[in-house]
Every structure is written in structure tokens, then in C-alpha cells.
């Protein structure tokens, strides 16, 4: 996939909430509405039409700005975990072909689902954006430099 191809689906953001830390996803376009969290009611407006760019390249998090921003599969971690430890389950009476399907399913979902860009600094997850060829995959070293918070040994 290169970084000209377009993405097919809507742009938008998913973030936690300020106060009560609910998921809060917000559609991003002209017109879009201001998002509010479920679990407390704060609105949340739309970036501005300028922070989004005509190639649908994202260089920076539209949520907090921070410029360190990172591609990962848009699938649930959890779905993947579950469909392996069923395929496990599985595996006994099935003398290990349910492995054997689980990674199958795995191998179509990984080239048949796009990516999200994730920023380092608040954990936003951008979809319907394209994939910009200056945004890596995920980086510890990256991430502990942005993440100062104090660590106990």
C-alpha cells in the first residue's frame, strides 16, 4: 500500500475523555459535528478544516498536536486474542487444525484490514487517513521518550 492510494473510509478520531475516561470518537470533515462523551457529557469540537490536509496525510495528532504518531492493524487486540485461544481450545479434538485455521483467519484479516495511526503522546487513534511514508510502526524507545511520567524501579 503506498501513501497515494486513498482511503476508503470516513476520517475520524477516537480518544478518551478528559474526565470520566470514555471512549469518544469524532467525525472529522466539513460539517462534522462536535463529539460528546457518553460517560460525562463534555463536547468536544471538530479540528479545524486546516489540520486537515487535502492529501489526507496526517504529520501530527489532531487531537493533542504532537508530531510523534505510529501505524498499527485497526482490528481489536482482544478479537485476535480470543479467536487464538478458541483455535487452542479447538486444538485437542481437532489434532491442531483449528491452529492452523486460526492463523489462516489471521493471515486474510492482516492484509484484508487498513491501518490506524496512534500518537504516542495521547493514544488518538486516527482512521480513513492514508499511510504516510514518514509514520513507522510502533517504537518503545520512542514511546518512553514522550512518556515522562516517573517509573518506580
Not at 56 to 70: A, E, I, K
Not at 142 to 152: I, K, L
Request: a positive charge; aromatic letters at 8%.
Amino acid at each position: 500500500m503506498t501513501g497515494k492510494r486513498r482511503p476508503s473510509r470516513a476520517a475520524s478520531v477516537a480518544f478518551l475523555g478528559d474526565r470520566c475516561g470514555a471512549e469518544v470518537v469524532q467525525a472529522l470533515g466539513p460539517g462534522a459535528p462536535p463529539a460528546s462523551c457518553r460517560g460525562c457529557g463534555l463536547t468536544f469540537a471538530a479540528p479545524a478544516e486546516e489540520a486537515l490536509s487535502g492529501s489526507r496525510l496526517l504529520s501530527r495528532c489532531l487531537r493533542c498536536g504532537l508530531d510523534r504518531l505510529y501505524l498499527q492493524k485497526d482490528f481489536s487486540k482482544k478479537a485476535g486474542l480470543w479467536v487464538f485461544i478458541v483455535a487452542a481450545v479447538l486444538s485437542v479434538p481437532t489434532w491442531g487444525l483449528s491452529l492452523v485455521a486460526a492463523t489462516i483467519i489471521d493471515c486474510v484479516l492482516y492484509y484484508a484490514l487498513g491501518d490506524a495511526t496512534l500518537c504516542y503522546g495521547c493514544g488518538a487513534v486516527h482512521r480513513g487517513f492514508g499511510r504516510n511514508p514518514g509514520t513507522g510502526n510502533f517504537d518503545i524507545h520512542t514511546q518512553e521518550a514522550v512518556d515522562r511520567r516517573a517509573r518506580t524501579a
